[in-house]
Structure formats: C-alpha cells, structure tokens
C-alpha cells in the first residue's frame, strides 16, 4: 500500500508518501509546502492544492492521510486549517482515493506508543521507524509523516 499523507496547515503544509510492503514501511518522499503570508488565503489554498494534485500524479497513492485539526486557542486559524482539510479532502476524492483521519493522539500513539507525547518525541522516533536519517526537516514533515506511519500501521 502506498499513501499520501498531510500534516494540515495553510503556511506550512506537510506532505510525505510512503509505502508498505512485506510488512516494512518505507519513506519514499517527503516536504513541506510552504507559502507566503503575503498572498491572499485562497492563493494560498490554490497553491496547497496544486502541489498536493502534483503529488498525486507523480506518485500514484492508494490512499490519502490527514491528520484532524485540534486547537484550543485561535479560532480563525482552526478554521483555515479546516478549509485546508476540506481542499485535501476534496481533492483526495475527486481521485477516487479513500481518505483516512487521524486524531493528533491517535498519530502520537502509533508514533511513540504514548498519546500525551510532545513534537520531540516524534521527531525522534520517526528516524528509528523508518531507517532514515533526520536530515533538516520541518515539524510539518516530520508529522505528515508520522501520519503516514499511522496510516500504514491502522489499514488492513
């Protein structure tokens, strides 16, 4: 199985695919889309989907993974990370692809067997899961592709 999976954000989007085969999980690609406060919300959301329907075609994914929105504090940009969610969503189906949803606890168990764990303990997990070296990536990478391993571990 090969999935696509999005850490959503609208300033920073974190997108990485992996595949699993033989029972081994394998990090085929992974970035995070980055676009400028500047420009318009919905440039913004145009960019995000463009990248994420290139990603698509260029990688031919079973499935999309998203992880849920959750925050306590800022309404507004719940609500646009939300309208990111919906795009991907939208886009994911529109490809005939199933989508599949995570809660951040729900990735931080999978990830590091312990809901209430913080961003450290993912990005140090995640290299030891995947054989990979850390390299200088991005929150937003590292938790797509912790939403990846989810995925990956949950779908039969």
């Given at each position: 199985m090969r999935v696509l999976a999005f850490d959503p954000g609208y300033e920073r989007l974190g997108a990485a695919v992996l595949?699993?085969?033989?029972g081994k999980e394998t990090l085929l690609f992974s970035t995070c889309i980055r676009t400028l406060a500047k420009v318009?919300?919905?440039?913004?959301?145009?960019?995000l989907?463009?990248?994420?329907?290139?990603?698509?075609?260029?990688?031919?994914?079973n499935a999309v993974a998203l992880e849920e929105v959750f925050f306590e504090k800022n309404a507004k940009t719940a609500m646009q990370v939300a309208e990111v969610r919906g795009a991907l969503m939208y886009i994911a189906a529109?490809?005939?692809?199933?989508?599949h949803h995570y809660t951040p606890?729900?990735?931080k168990v999978a990830v590091t067997g312990y809901g209430g764990s913080d961003k450290?303990?993912?990005?140090?997990?995640v290299p030891k899961?995947?054989?990979?070296s850390l390299g200088k990536r991005l929150d937003d990478e590292l938790d797509a592709i912790a939403?990846?391993?989810?995925?990956l571990a949950s779908v039969r």
């Open positions: 595949e699993k085969e033989n318009s919300f919905e440039e913004r959301l145009k960019k989907g463009g990248e994420a329907e290139a990603l698509i075609k260029e990688w031919h994914p529109a490809q005939n692809l199933k989508v606890g729900e990735v450290k303990a993912i990005a140090a997990m899961l995947l054989r990979i939403v990846g391993i989810t995925c």
